[in-house]
Each structure stands twice: as structure tokens, then as C-alpha cells.
């Protein structure tokens, strides 16, 4: 294999992201970002796509909002956000061929900040207050993505050799349980308490403390983010089906619709996002 095909600052993403406020909700209170950025500048990317690592990283995110009245519209949407404003400043050096080794750290202090300017305006406004939010979050780098995650929206990898496996823990009792292997995919799904979150990003938390992780990334590697409105329509394995299902290069744009509509057509209680994104260009 050539170095041009090797080497991972040459590798390409495509993207892919639809939300739907499903069956029952009067508004969508889910959130979903794309951004493209270096030291110099910053593109905001729309719901799908294709572009090159060579010369910039790429952060997508999903978040769940909750509070009273439109509160959790407003906590989802100032989660991702607030992105833009942190990650560019840990945009590697023209040297390097990846995220350096304080990408985790930056992650930390972004999630912070959006955990207390969420509690801040809880705090100030009636109308915010109690107003939190999940945060799942992938940055992509050459070779590596780093990903950061608070609440019961999801990141999942679909690695090019086959299956499936959920890299973020869901901060829940239910979560915890099956983790635990106490209950099975199938009773997590049902259990009464499933949608109880034990940790969010503004709400009465004083502290927050995101999972924090990295994965090496190969060609034809592909991750899910989703809220869980998509995994209370969807088991694991047909999210795969979905997700990876067909030829590569078919329809890749349509991946995700397909998934939120299969989604919100099993289930639909809840607002329903799926954020796909694949590495290519080897």
C-alpha cells in the first residue's frame, strides 16, 4: 500500500444526521452539530457531507434536553453550542498527526463549562430552571477520535471488520445494571426506571465528571451517535443493519433517516437522533 493511502492525515469523513421529535412530543428537544475546524477557522457543517482530515479535525455531537417548557430545547442547543467556542484552540500543530495528548483535558474543561453556564441560567431564570442536558461527543483526528460523554445519549462503534459496540455507559441505574450483566439488552429496554439519569450537564449536579475516552480509528470504521429515543425504537443489531447494511457508497446521506424513521416507527415516545459518520479515503 502507498503512503498516500497509509498515512491517516490523507483519510476522508462522510456524515450523515436526521432528527425527528417522534410520535408523542409537541417539540424536539434533541440537538446534533457538525463542525470542521483548524487554528485558523471554522465551518459549521450541514446535515451531511464529505471532507478531508488532511488540513482540519472534525467534532460531531448529539444532545437530549429536558426541563420545563421549552428549557430542555434551549440546554440541548446551548450544549452544542458552546462547542465551537473551546474545541479550536486544541487544533493540533502543523507537525503533528493527530490530537495532542491534552485532548482529553480540553474535553473536560468544555463539558465544565457547559455543565455551568447551564446551572447558571437555571439559577437566574425561572423559566430555565432545572434545565439539563446529555452531551455525547466524537472529535476527530488523523488516526484517533476522542470522545467525551455525559447522560444516556449513545456513541456507538461500527468497526469495518463487523459488529457493533457501544463505547459510551449510560449514566444510569438501568445502565449500571446491565453493565453488571443483572438484566439483558432486552429488559434494560423495558425496565420502568430506563430513562432515570443519574448524571446530566446543568440541573441540580454540582459537579460533573464526563466519560472520557479514545479510539483508534481505521478506513471503513463507522460511529453512531444517537439519542435514546433511537435505542428505545431500536435493538443493537438492527441499528447495524442500518447502519452498514448494502454496498458502502449506497446512499450513505440516507443512513441515518432511515434509522430515525425505523426509530419513531417502532417506538416514537420520545424526540429521535442518529448522527452517522464514516471513515474513508484509503
Same mark, same amino acid.
Given at each position: 500500500?502507498s503512503?498516500a493511502?497509509?498515512d491517516?492525515?490523507n483519510r476522508r469523513l462522510?456524515?450523515? $444526521?436526521c432528527s425527528?421529535?417522534g410520535k408523542?412530543?409537541?417539540n424536539?428537544e434533541?440537538?446534533f452539530? $457538525?463542525l470542521r475546524f483548524n487554528?485558523?477557522?471554522?465551518e459549521?457543517?450541514?446535515k451531511?457531507?464529505e471532507?478531508?482530515?488532511q488540513?482540519?479535525? /472534525?467534532?460531531f455531537?448529539?444532545?437530549?434536553?429536558?426541563?420545563g417548557a421549552q428549557?430542555?430545547?434551549?440546554?440541548?442547543k446551548?450544549?452544542?453550542?458552546?462547542?465551537?467556542y473551546?474545541?479550536?484552540?486544541?487544533?493540533r500543530?502543523?507537525e503533528?498527526k493527530? %490530537?495532542?495528548d491534552?485532548g482529553?483535558?480540553l #474535553?473536560?474543561? #468544555?463539558?465544565?463549562? @457547559?455543565?455551568?453556564?447551564l446551572v447558571?441560567?437555571?439559577?437566574?431564570y425561572?423559566?430555565c430552571?432545572?434545565?439539563?442536558?446529555?452531551?455525547?461527543?466524537?472529535?476527530?483526528s488523523?488516526g484517533?477520535m476522542?470522545f467525551?460523554?455525559?447522560?444516556?445519549s449513545?456513541i456507538?462503534?461500527?468497526p469495518?471488520?463487523?459488529?457493533i459496540?457501544q463505547?459510551t455507559?449510560?449514566?444510569?441505574?438501568v445502565g449500571?445494571l /446491565?453493565r453488571?450483566?443483572k @438484566?439483558?439488552?432486552?429488559?434494560?429496554?423495558t425496565?420502568?426506571r430506563r430513562s432515570v439519569?443519574?448524571?446530566?450537564?446543568?440541573?441540580?449536579?454540582?459537579?460533573?465528571?464526563?466519560? @472520557?475516552?479514545?479510539?483508534?480509528v481505521?478506513?471503513g470504521d463507522? /460511529?453512531l451517535?444517537?439519542s435514546?429515543?433511537l435505542?428505545?425504537?431500536?435493538?443493537?443489531?438492527?441499528m447495524?443493519d442500518?447502519?452498514c447494511?448494502?454496498?458502502?457508497s449506497?446512499d /450513505?446521506?440516507?443512513?441515518?433517516?432511515?434509522l %430515525?424513521?425505523?426509530?419513531v416507527a417502532a417506538?416514537?415516545?420520545?424526540n429521535?437522533?442518529?448522527?452517522?459518520?464514516e471513515?474513508g479515503?484509503?
Amino acid at each position: 500500500m502507498s503512503d498516500a493511502f497509509s498515512d491517516p492525515s490523507n483519510r476522508r469523513l462522510r456524515w450523515s $444526521g436526521c432528527s425527528d421529535r417522534g410520535k408523542v412530543r409537541a417539540n424536539n428537544e434533541d440537538s446534533f452539530v $457538525g463542525l470542521r475546524f483548524n487554528r485558523e477557522e471554522l465551518e459549521r457543517l450541514g446535515k451531511e457531507g464529505e471532507a478531508s482530515l488532511q488540513s482540519a479535525d /472534525f467534532v460531531f455531537a448529539v444532545s437530549d434536553g429536558m426541563g420545563g417548557a421549552q428549557a430542555g430545547e434551549l440546554a440541548s442547543k446551548m450544549a452544542v453550542e458552546k462547542v465551537p467556542y473551546i474545541l479550536p484552540k486544541g487544533f493540533r500543530p502543523p507537525e503533528a498527526k493527530g %490530537v495532542a495528548d491534552g485532548g482529553g483535558a480540553l #474535553l473536560q474543561v #468544555l463539558f465544565r463549562e @457547559i455543565h455551568a453556564a447551564l446551572v447558571y441560567l437555571g439559577k437566574s431564570y425561572e423559566e430555565c430552571r432545572g434545565m439539563e442536558t446529555t452531551l455525547s461527543l466524537c472529535w476527530f483526528s488523523p488516526g484517533v477520535m476522542h470522545f467525551a460523554h455525559v447522560g444516556d445519549s449513545r456513541i456507538y462503534h461500527l468497526p469495518a471488520s463487523g459488529g457493533i459496540r457501544q463505547l459510551t455507559e449510560d449514566d444510569t441505574y438501568v445502565g449500571w445494571l /446491565f453493565r453488571q450483566g443483572k @438484566i439483558n439488552e432486552r429488559e434494560a429496554r423495558t425496565h420502568p426506571r430506563r430513562s432515570v439519569l443519574q448524571k446530566a450537564l446543568g440541573g441540580g449536579n454540582q459537579f460533573i465528571d464526563p466519560q @472520557i475516552g479514545r479510539v483508534e480509528v481505521g478506513c471503513g470504521d463507522r /460511529f453512531l451517535l444517537c439519542s435514546d429515543g433511537l435505542v428505545d425504537g431500536l435493538y443493537d443489531a438492527h441499528m447495524l443493519d442500518l447502519s452498514c447494511s448494502g454496498e458502502p457508497s449506497s446512499d /450513505f446521506a440516507g443512513r441515518s433517516r432511515r434509522l %430515525v424513521e425505523a426509530a419513531v416507527a417502532a417506538s416514537g415516545r420520545d424526540n429521535t437522533t442518529a448522527l452517522l459518520v464514516e471513515v474513508g479515503g484509503c
